[in-house]
């Protein structure tokens, strides 16, 4: 059985990414900080606080059993903050970049030494690869670019592992919409992951609408 691990479980895309690959006889070692979700076969809920990189290295060394035996792994965790360009502090930009990237690259890290590791997914937004103006969400934009250059860099660099960033427009029943007439439902971006993490490309970034 193939296994995977996907942060970020109890929230809105995990919980669909969740579905589609218990679905597609996947083992999933989920992770989630505050909500536990419900037992389910064939998966396992790994807590922990992902806020400093000392509190994610413990996550991973007390959890390094589970996770050793995963091939596939989508860095599926990544807030988003929404302020004022005016309102912004350097401490706006350390969050969103440290919570958005070093998470992910410190997991991928790990992953990359201590197992055989196949395919990553790494979680994009909808203006992803577009240099614009942004008025409210400027931490986040840099970071999830910042996390498009590591996905195509660790694509080159890491072959035959495949890295593919996945972007979305809103999703249905998301508390921050970007741009109202336009959103979709979690569950189509996870059948996408699904069907990327699977595949054979390497350093695509793909986006759904
Ligand atoms: N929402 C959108 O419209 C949208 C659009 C495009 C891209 N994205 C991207 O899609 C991905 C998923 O977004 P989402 O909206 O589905 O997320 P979400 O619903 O806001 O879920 C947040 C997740 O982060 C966890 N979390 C919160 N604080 C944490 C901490 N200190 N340490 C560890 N985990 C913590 C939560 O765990 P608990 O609930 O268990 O506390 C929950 O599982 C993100 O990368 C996001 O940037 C989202």
């Known amino acids: ?7 970020g479980v109890s929230g809105l895309l995990g919980q669909a990414l969740v579905e589609m690959f218990l679905q597609n006889d996947f083992f999933v070692y989920g992770h989630y900080f505050q909500h536990q979700p419900e037992d389910q ?11 400093s990189l000392k509190k994610i290295r413990n996550f991973l060394g007390r ?27 350097a401490d706006d930009y350390c969050h969103d970049f440290f919570h958005n990237v070093l998470t992910a690259i410190e997991i991928t890290d790990f992953f990359i030494q201590q197992t055989r590791l196949r ?12 240099i614009m103006p942004y008025k409210k969400v400027l931490p986040y934009a840099i970071a999830k670019n910042a996390l498009l250059l590591i996905t195509k860099s660790h694509a080159e660099t890491y072959q035959p592992i495949r890295f593919n960033l996945v972007s979305s427009v809103s999703l249905n029943g998301a508390s921050e919409i970007l741009k109202k007439n336009q959103t979709v439902s979690p569950r189509k ?21």
């Open 1 to 7: 059985m193939n296994k995977i691990f996907i942060t």
């Open 41 to 51: 076969d064939n998966a396992k809920w790994l807590q922990g606080d992902l806020s």
């Open 63 to 89: 959890n390094q059993p589970d996770l050793s035996g995963c091939e596939f792994l989508i860095n599926n965790y990544g807030p988003i903050t929404i302020k004022d360009i005016s309102a912004l502090t």
């Open 119 to 130: 395919s990553v997914i790494n979680i994009g937004f909808e203006n992803i690869g577009k």
């Open 189 to 209: 971006v996870a059948r996408e992951i699904f069907r990327i993490i699977g595949s054979n490309k390497s350093g695509l970034n793909i986006m759904i609408k």
